[in-house]
């Protein structure tokens, strides 16, 4: 299983981004998915995930209201909508996979984890 994260980039706060991540080499309805983020010098921490019906999601507490996970499974994607976006959501965002059937919150949950895509929010 490959992940290729994509849409990152630099916007002014209170803008919005949305990222991509691609899942190839498995069969997307087998995995829930979920992005994590890395900002500098810190640990990589949950931001939220997905089960794979993508009725059931969570998020961060600090991006609740403005980070929805999305899927679409005829694209093997998996979107990360990010409005109202704050300094300090800056980071490297990575997309991960792991196998059914619950939520997975820490990086020991996932098997599977994509390059990272970056995500820079100016005052």
């Known amino acids: 299983v490959q992940l290729v994260e994509s849409g990152g980039g630099l916007v002014q706060a209170g803008g919005s981004l949305r990222l991509s991540c691609v899942l190839s080499?498995?069969?997307?309805?087998?995995?829930?998915m979920g992005w994590f983020r890395q900002a500098p010098g810190k640990e990589r921490e949950f931001v939220a995930a997905?089960?794979?019906?993508?009725?059931?999601?969570d998020y961060l507490d600090s991006v609740k209201g403005r980070f929805t996970i999305s899927r679409d499974d005829a694209k093997n994607t998996v979107y990360l909508q990010m409005n109202s976006l704050k300094p300090e959501d800056t980071a490297a965002y990575y997309c991960?996979?792991?196998?059914?059937?619950?939520?997975?919150?820490?990086?020991?949950?996932?098997?599977?984890w994509g390059q990272g895509t970056r995500v820079t929010v100016s005052p």
């Open positions: 080499g498995g069969l997307f309805s087998n995995y829930n």
């Open positions: 997905d089960t794979w019906s993508g009725v059931t999601t």
């Open positions: 991960a996979a792991r196998s059914r059937p619950r939520l997975g919150y820490s990086l020991d949950d996932y098997s599977y």
